[in-house]
């Protein structure tokens, strides 16, 4: 049977009883006069008084159903599917996708986005729960949509009963919103799967999020997969759980900057922070901590609105080992996005393996000295020197950057030892000088492109002076091996003076495509520095001298900084740096030989799963462990067990995803633009309690105001074929 949304109205229909009430007063108000002419004219309105009767009772019925029509608009008949039950065995299936990605934690007074999200939820439930025509409801949150164990829904297609609206409470108390930034997709496709088991079901499909810009910035996917719910007949509830756009700060990134990673020497750190509003912040203090211990903070007097900002500072640990570096500001709109971790893992000293060509290893004693002077001075670096056999027979994957100086031609084990050694991941330094071989480094080094070496040489040759061009010898780009010479306008190298140097092959450049880039010049454009990225790793190789043999470079002051900033970035493994980020997997690999298949997992405390055992799976060479969907942010602890006894501990950082506190709103209006042409009825959740009613059923006012026109049409035509109208002639006579 119908519902209504307001009942309280039905007490009008009473009000039906007005047409009687108002015939029986004018019958005793009729007075009876006795009249010879009137007495025949009743005689022969009792031969036809049937048919009046009739009429005049169907007139008052009519009048009686425009009232009852009037009152049942008002009250707004809701139909539950009832009739769809009773005939058809139709069931109602809702599908509530809620969105927990943590902009979801945005607050405003005492309540947030989440609450009001979860507030409509159980508002739904409860409504649910007072029809009597049979529901299922099915909850799926955002962050249970994706990742590679698929779908896993909180609540699939449990029976609604007069209990359900207390578990859903219960369940929705205890269920946080995630650290993750997850958009809508995952949960729509995994809701059209869904309908595969509702077939013959009536299906509300409720969308509670808060539609966050960067979310429906690109909406064709979403746009189909709404359209594909429009065409199997699902009704679309939009609940929009984001009032208005709040200010929110996000620290965005905590990383090494470029520079030297070792003990006892300062490591050189990056702090960025966005302003995602529309004005700016003023006065922003990041408190940061070194292993636990508080230390000077970074301030930031402005950051503009809609930008961000970076500041540098210097870590310094006095010891090996793993360290952890965490910032935080003062708590804003969002708080899961004002924290950051970071582990550095410092060595005691950063190994470096120079390989001179000359017996002498004059250049190899002069580089080494450069990265460690000694006394006082601590570069972290630990250079040895060593002939060119011995990349015959010597492992090189405990250097984290090799130098080639001089280096005349290698034996084709050594040259598969470096390739192999680049490939991993390291950094290769290579200078020229008067040993190396043209044809040697082009056929077994560059191998037309294939080969490690950037580029093909044509031979050694002198950079002529030119008296009349006063411009300097070295023109640099903003490589980091080269970006710190740019800021004080390359003055640092305009004393720097290069006599010989090997020429590239005449016509040759880098192609558009190609992972080789020219990042110096020398002043008739002949290449200098040439980088090429090989594998993971990366190759370094310039055109002359490490020492000062056919330049003056050594001998200046610049050379110093150069070299530091060239191992610096050789030594320095692609990729190091970066975050890991909430929700994506971590895969380890390890030794099987080293260390036991059974781990212990100590995640932060809001991981939800809490401290854990994890197995390895072993392979023929290694053995791999993954934690698939690490599902908090902060550090993880890896507690492993070495072969015959001793525990060795490994920690990595995981962050939330920044650009998820951009906490830009899209309106209704604008929705409606992106969504086009896809229905759908879209809902504030702060009113969605109002409207309960109409969102357990099928508003049946069109329906009853359709029916009420046709009622008075009849009444009107009925009311005039049953009264007295004179003849036209008879009204022109008057």
């Known amino acids: 049977m119908p519902t209504f949304a307001h009942p309280a109205l039905l007490w009008g229909l009473a009000l039906l009883s007005l047409p009687v009430l108002i015939h029986l007063i004018n019958l005793v ?142 369940l929705l108390g205890e269920t946080p919103v995630s650290q993750l930034a997850v958009g809508p997709r995952p949960a729509l496709e995994a809701a059209e799967k869904l309908l595969d088991s509702s077939a013959g079901d009536s299906v509300t499909l409720y969308l509670v999020t808060d539609f966050r810009t960067r979310d429906w910035d690109e909406p064709a996917e979403l746009v189909r997969l709404l359209e594909r719910l429009n065409q199997r007949n699902v009704r679309l509830q939009l609940i929009a759980c984001a009032e208005t756009r709040h200010a929110n700060l996000a620290v965005a990134a905590l990383q090494p900057d470029f520079g030297t990673r070792a003990a006892a020497v300062p490591v050189p750190m990056e702090i960025r922070v966005n302003n995602f509003s529309d004005e700016p912040a003023r006065d922003v203090t990041i408190a940061l901590e070194e292993d636990g211990v508080a230390r000077a903070p970074v301030r930031f007097d402005e950051i503009p609105a809609g930008a961000s900002q970076s500041q540098k500072f210097a870590s310094y640990f006095a010891t090996a080992g793993q360290h952890v570096v965490s910032a935080r500001l003062v708590g804003d709109a969002v708080a899961l996005d004002n924290a950051r971790w970071h582990v550095l893992d410092l060595p005691l000293k950063v190994p470096a393996l120079i390989i001179d060509g000359n017996a002498e290893s004059r250049e190899a004693r002069f580089l080494a000295t450069l990265f460690a002077p000694g006394g006082a001075v601590k570069t972290g670096i630990d250079p040895s020197i060593e002939p060119p056999s011995f990349l015959n027979d010597h492992p090189l994957d405990g250097y984290r950057s090799i130098y080639l100086l001089n280096v005349g031609r290698l034996d084709h084990v050594a040259v598969d030892a470096l390739e192999k050694y680049v490939h991993a991941g390291g950094g290769l330094g290579i200078f020229m000088g008067d040993r190396p071989q043209v044809d040697f480094y082009n056929k077994q080094l560059y191998r037309n492109g294939q080969g490690f070496f950037p580029l093909p040489l044509a031979g050694a040759t002198r950079l002529l002076v030119d008296r009349l061009d006063k411009a300097p010898d070295l023109e640099v780009t903003d490589h980091p091996v080269f970006k710190v010479f740019l800021l004080n306008g390359m003055k640092a190298l305009d004393t720097v003076t290069v006599e010989r140097f090997f020429a590239a092959m005449p016509g040759w450049k880098p192609a558009r495509d190609s992972q080789t880039q020219i990042i110096a010049r020398l002043r008739n454009g002949s290449p200098l520095a040439v980088e090429k990225i090989f594998g993971a ?198």
């Open 537 to 734: 790793g990366r190759v370094l190789a310039v055109m002359t001298t490490a020492g000062p043999v056919w330049n003056n470079w050594a001998r200046d002051p610049s050379f110093v900084v150069a070299m530091l900033q060239m191992q610096a970035y050789l030594a320095t493994r692609p990729g190091s740096g970066h975050d890991r980020v909430v929700g994506t997997p971590i895969e380890f690999k390890l030794d099987p030989a080293r260390y036991e298949r059974q781990m212990k997992l100590l995640p932060p405390e809001a991981d939800p799963l809490g401290p854990r055992t994890l197995q390895a799976t072993s392979g023929p060479q290694e053995m791999t462990v993954t934690i698939d969907e690490p599902d908090a942010s902060g550090i993880y602890e890896l507690q492993l067990t070495r072969m015959g006894s001793g525990v060795e501990l490994r920690r990595w950082a995981v962050n939330v995803d920044a650009d998820e506190g951009d906490l830009a709103l899209l309106g209704s209006r604008e929705l409606a633009e992106r969504l086009e042409p896809v229905k759908y009825e879209y809902w504030q959740a702060g009113h969605f309690s109002g409207n309960r009613q109409e969102l357990a059923g099928t508003d049946l006012t069109d329906w009853v105001l359709y029916l009420l026109i046709a009622i008075l049409i009849g009444e009107q035509a009925l009311a005039y074929v049953a009264s007295y109208h004179p003849p036209a002639a008879e009204r022109q006579g008057r």
């Open 29 to 170: 108000r009729q007075r009876h006069v006795p009249w010879a002419a009137m007495e025949f004219l009743l005689v022969s309105q009792r031969k036809n008084s049937s048919w009046i009767r009739f009429r005049e009772l169907l007139l008052l019925a009519l009048r009686m159903a425009a009232v009852a029509g009037v009152v049942l608009a008002l009250a707004q008949p809701l139909l539950n599917h009832e009739i769809g039950f009773r005939f058809g065995r139709q069931k109602t299936h809702l599908i509530v996708l809620l969105d927990d990605s943590f902009s979801m934690s945005d607050r405003q007074s005492d309540t947030s986005a989440w609450d009001r999200g979860k507030q409509a939820i159980q508002q739904i439930g409860e409504d649910a729960a007072l029809r009597s025509s049979p529901h299922s409801f099915t909850l799926l949150r955002y962050s249970r949509a994706r990742g590679a164990l698929g779908s896993r829904p909180d609540l699939l297609e449990e029976s609604i009963d007069s209990g359900f609206g207390s578990r859903l409470g219960k």
